[in-house]
C-alpha cells in the first residue's frame, strides 16, 4: 500500500494495489474522507454507481442490486409475480384476474394499475376502503 496527503482533508490517502494472478492492478489514490485520485471516484457528495455498481473512492467496484431489483424481490416474494409482469399479461397482481373494463370504476383505477398493477377492486381492499 502507498501513501500519499490527501488535498481535501490533509489526511493520510492510500493507494493500495491488487494482485489479481495475472499481474497487479494498481488503484487510485483515495482516502476516507471520500476524495479520490480520479474525480469520477469521488464520492465526498455522495455515493456513486456506474452500471449498478457503486464506485469507491479507490477505483473499485461493488456488486450491489439496485433499489428496483430489490422492490421486483419483495413484491414477487408477496405476489409471485412482478408488476411488470403483470401489466405485460394485463392481469392483476392480486387477484390474478384478466383486466378488463370491469376491473375499474374511475380513471384514477386505471392510473394506479400502471403504478401497482393491481385492478382498482385490488387496490380498494388494499387500501382499507
Ligand atoms: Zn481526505
Ligand atoms: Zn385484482
Known amino acids: 500500500m502507498s501513501f500519499r496527503k490527501c488535498p481535501a482533508c490533509g489526511e493520510r490517502a492510500t493507494c493500495e494495489s491488487v494482485d489479481v494472478g ?69 392481469i392483476c397482481i392480486d387477484c390474478k384476474q384478466p383486466i378488463t373494463d370491469k376491473s375499474f370504476y374511475s380513471l384514477a383505477g386505471q392510473k394506479e394499475y400502471k403504478i401497482s398493477g393491481m385492478c382498482e377492486h385490488c387496490f380498494d381492499k388494499a387500501c382499507g376502503f
Open 22 to 90: 495475472v499481474g497487479i492492478i494498481y488503484g487510485l489514490y483515495g482516502c476516507q474522507c471520500g476524495w479520490s485520485e480520479d474525480e469520477k471516484y469521488d464520492i465526498r457528495s455522495g455515493p456513486k454507481y456506474e452500471n449498478g455498481y457503486r464506485l469507491d473512492q479507490w477505483g473499485g467496484l461493488h456488486k450491489q442490486n439496485s433499489l428496483q431489483d430489490l422492490k421486483n424481490t419483495i413484491t414477487k416474494n408477496i405476489f409471485k409475480i412482478t408488476k411488470e409482469e403483470a401489466i405485460k399479461k394485463n
